[in-house]
Every structure is written in C-alpha cells, then in structure tokens.
C-alpha cells in the first residue's frame, strides 16, 4: 500500500513517520504540511519525498496517515476520502459532531477503510484485555481515570503549547483514550448524566451504558507529574478487573493500526475502531462539553 503522512509537527514526528518507515507492508511515499521546511526535513530524515501541494501527494498514494488538529484532519481526511484514498486517523476524529459526521459520510460514499489510532486499543495485552472483558460481561460499574500532566508546571513536552490541546483540555485529548477502552466492555453510552469541572482542565464523568452498566471518568492534563497515569477498573458479576500496564511503544502500535487498515481495505470489513466508531467518541465528548458549558454558564 502507498501511503503519505499529511502532517510534521512533533507527533508526526516521533510517531507516524517512523511507524511507516519500518512498515513492511507500506510504502511511505512522501510528506506534506502546513510548513513546507518541515515537510523537507521530516522526509529527508526517513528518505522519503516532501510534497508542497497536498493534491499531488493524493494523487500518488492509496491512503494517507493523518497527524494534524482535529479540525484540519477533518477537512483534510474529508478531501482524500473523496479521492479515494484510504485513511488512517488520529484521536479525536474531530472537535464537533457536524465535522466527524463529514468524514463519516464521504468515507461511506468513496467505499474506503478508515482506522482511528486509539493508542490502548493497538497495544496487544491491553486489546486483549478489553476482548476478554467485553466476553465476559455482567458488569455492573467501571472507573476509568487518565491523568496526564501536559499542563502541570513543570512539563517539557513538545505538545504542552499545541494550541489545540490548550483550547479543549483533556476532555478531548484524553477522553478518547478513556472511551475506547469502556465502550467495548459496558456497551454505547445512553447518555452523559453529569460532568463537573476539577482542578485545571480537570472533568469529571459519570456515564449510562446502555447495558445497563454506569461508568465514572476522570480525565486531565493538569495532574503534578507524581499523580499522572492512566488507570480503569470495571467491576461486576465475575469480579474485579484492573487494565494491565503496556511496555509497547507507540510506533509499534501504530504499526499494528497501519496492519489493520490494510487488512481493512483489502477485506472490505470495518475495523472496530473506524471512523464511525470516532464519531460516537466525538458525539459523547461533544455532549460532556456542552454540560460543561451549562454549567458554567
């Protein structure tokens, strides 16, 4: 499959382009991105070619690898479904439902693949752990915190000024992470009964699964660097169930993603963790925002 990376800020950087680069299943065929001169330097490093017209680069490939803000993925994944292109994604699909419903649809009508890289849902022991959980059943509640601290004085990541995570926090940044891994077990999300603002970019969920199970969820990015990491315990008929650590790196889950878009295209069955999937992610965030928003007000 020949794919192109849309995208060269820090994420594209250490995750998406070496992922494709070692990908025996890829050909990576070039860069594009908003900064021209980072396009050149990311492709030099991985000896693949920079594109200066995102059009062009569609022209030459048959999908695409998206690392970019939610609402620029958006427009873009949008423009290279309907060229036919297949996709792999990024967390969230996009910041409002109307947008992710965009990408839902052309990548419906153009009969493409499409793989979102929610990270936990790649890494083998914890997809494992959430398939034998989701067998199980019977569960009666779950608990999931993921707490990071981007924003919490002393980070030196690359992404604490990403504008976009400055603007919505960890609600969005993180909270697909947490959902990924509680809708497959408890079931879709009936709705979201509360959400209240903590410390920082702090919220805090609790959720009615239409199994009948309810969920709570706290997510930040403001944690002291002591506090952070991400936990979930579901609890129910057969017990208590803690998700394991993970060792896997991110270039090879998004490997791992990379394998299920190609199967995808090639098979024509939807991955489970495809774009409509993200949409649902997206529609529960957007209605967690919006009682924030109410609250607030």
């Known amino acids: 499959m020949r794919i192109g990376l849309l995208g060269t800020g820090p994420w594209a950087a250490m995750a998406h382009a070496p992922a494709l680069s070692e990908h025996t299943g890829l050909d990576f065929v070039g860069v594009w991105g908003r900064r021209p001169e980072a396009a050149e330097e990311l492709a030099d490093r991985h000896g693949t070619r920079a594109y200066d017209d995102v059009d062009a680069l569609l022209a030459d490939v048959d999908a695409v690898a998206v690392a970019l803000p939610p609402a620029v993925q958006a427009q873009l994944a949008v423009r290279a479904a309907r060229a036919g292109r297949h996709l792999l994604l990024d ?136 506090a952070e990491g991400a936990t979930v315990e579901l609890r129910g008929e057969t017990g208590v169930a803690v998700l394991p650590d993970s060792s896997e790196t991110t270039v090879s889950a998004l490997v791992r993603a990379a394998d299920a878009l190609i199967d995808a295209a090639s098979t024509g069955r939807p991955h489970p963790c495809d774009a409509a999937f993200a949409l649902r992610v997206t529609e529960i965030l957007a209605q967690a925002e919006a009682l924030l928003e109410g609250a607030a007000g």
Not at 96 to 121: C, I, L, M, Y
Not at 204 to 218: E, I, M, Q, R
Request: proline fraction near 6%.
């Open 91 to 226: 967390k969230p699909l996009a910041t409002t439902a109307e947008q992710g419903r965009a990408v839902v649809d052309a990548v419906r009508e153009a009969q493409v693949a499409s793989v979102v890289f929610f990270t936990s849902r790649f890494l083998t022991r914890t997809d494992a752990w959430i398939a034998e959980q989701a067998g199980a059943g019977g569960w009666f509640t779950g608990r999931a915190a993921w707490l990071g601290s981007l924003f919490g004085g002393d980070s030196s990541s690359p992404f604490a000024d990403s504008p976009w995570r400055r603007e919505k926090g960890a609600l969005w940044d993180v909270g697909p992470h947490a959902l990924s891994v509680l809708l497959p077990v408890l079931g879709d999300v009936r709705r979201v009964a509360a959400a209240a603002p903590g410390p920082g970019d702090t919220v805090h969920l609790v959720l009615d699964h239409v199994g009948g199970a309810s969920s709570t969820v706290t997510l930040s990015l403001s944690a002291p660097s002591a």
